[in-house]
């Protein structure tokens, strides 16, 4: 009886570990590339008759096979279709950077900005997958969990709260919204008057960072801030240590209360 036990028991074990190795195993190219239904030539469509100033940053074709494996995305959903025939797109002179497969003006791609963030490694479920950001230090991300029960909707941390705020869109309806939507709306209070002459040029590597920080007050008049550049790594980071410090200092008031 012990020996059946055991045979069964290490059935089971080799079982639970073949089923764990073909859950994360990741599918090839060639599956991740659509080739009866694409979502790139509705996208382009998008870029076409966009409202706002859009452009497509320049493709290299190896690097985007590169970009498209390693997120693991298909070429059916607006996200794949970008990675893969985009090198990213810039909106409003660059103000919001969409991350596609890299490129020489925003060298980043969506799987290898994520990893070491959301991902520890490629193939991995993240519980949300950073996928934009913008010139005064806002992230945009969909969420798989993490940030709420709306799965699959886009977020955005402002750099005036650090808060994650849902959009109430998913990744395609965001890309609209970029494209389509009145961003000085959307902006309002974290844009400084001469704005547009400081944009054009910007790396998409490099974010601006303000003192005082937007978010150590409301009210913060950004026409009074001094503006520094820094790279867009260095912010992400700065601004997930200060989130949990203030959400730390919440907790604790409350306890206090």
Known sequence: MKSTIKSFSVFMFTFLSF???AQNKMESI??????????????KKWVDSAKNKVEVLELDSAKAKEALYNAQVSTYSTLGAIIYNTGGIMVDNGWIRILGSGSTRLNRNVAEWNKGKTITEYGDKPGYLLVADDAVGGFFAINYGALGKDIKNVYYLAPNSLNWESLGAGYGEFILFCFD????????????????QFIANLDGNKSYSFRPYLWAKEGIDIEKCTRKLVTVEELFKFNMAKQKELQANSLTEKKEN
């Not at 599956?31 to 979502?39: G, R, S, V, Y």
């Open 30 to 43: 060639d599956e991740l590339i659509n080739k009866t239904d694409p979502a790139w030539p509705i996208v």
């Open 181 to 196: 939507s009145d961003l000085s709306n959307f902006y309002k209070g974290l844009r400084w008057s001469s704005w547009n």
């Open 19 to 21: 089923a764990s190795f």
